[in-house]
């Protein structure tokens, strides 16, 4: 599916979100370490500072492998019946890997997302409080 806010030459949401590309000017600017922004592009000087992308993401891929993680170890239970400590070897680090991993890829595409759609502070309209 075409996205209407791309410029001539930019990737894709997820492409551009896997790497790290600037929504601007698409260089591979978009992080300074494995999940933490550059303050600017090094390319084109786009403020990333000013897009707030929160904790959104986190929260989503929590829950979200979580569940899935659950539902395998459910699984591995029944079917198999393991004793605790293999769940534990199991479980522990594949959640934390998983979510690591994919907190980078989720975290871009958000920002991406908000530059693209020219996503702002909220303001309230007070242009028409007189009206009746």
């Known amino acids: 599916m075409d996205d209407p806010q ?10 551009a979100a896997l790497f790290g590309e600037c929504p601007v000017c698409g260089s591979r600017t978009l992080f ?9 592009c090094r390319a084109c000087g786009q403020d990333f500072t000013a897009y707030n ?4 993401p ?8 979580g569940a899935l993680v659950s539902a395998f170890a ?3 239970q029944v079917q ?3 004793p605790f400590w293999v769940h534990i070897l199991l ?3 594949l959640t934390f890997v998983l979510v690591i991993l994919s907190l980078r890829v989720s975290k871009a595409a958000m920002l991406i997302h908000e530059a693209r759609a020219e996503v702002r502070e909220g303001r ?9």
């Open 74 to 76: 459910v699984v591995l």
């Open 58 to 65: 986190a929260a989503f891929l929590i829950l979200v492998i």
């Open 32 to 40: 300074a370490g494995w999940v933490r922004f550059a303050p600017r």
């Open 6 to 15: 791309l410029t001539k030459g930019q990737s894709g949401l997820l492409q």
């Open 80 to 82: 198999a019946s393991p």
């Open 53 to 56: 992308v929160g904790d959104g």
């Open 91 to 93: 479980w522990v680090p």
């Open 124 to 132: 309230i309209d007070t242009s028409g409080e007189d009206r009746p």
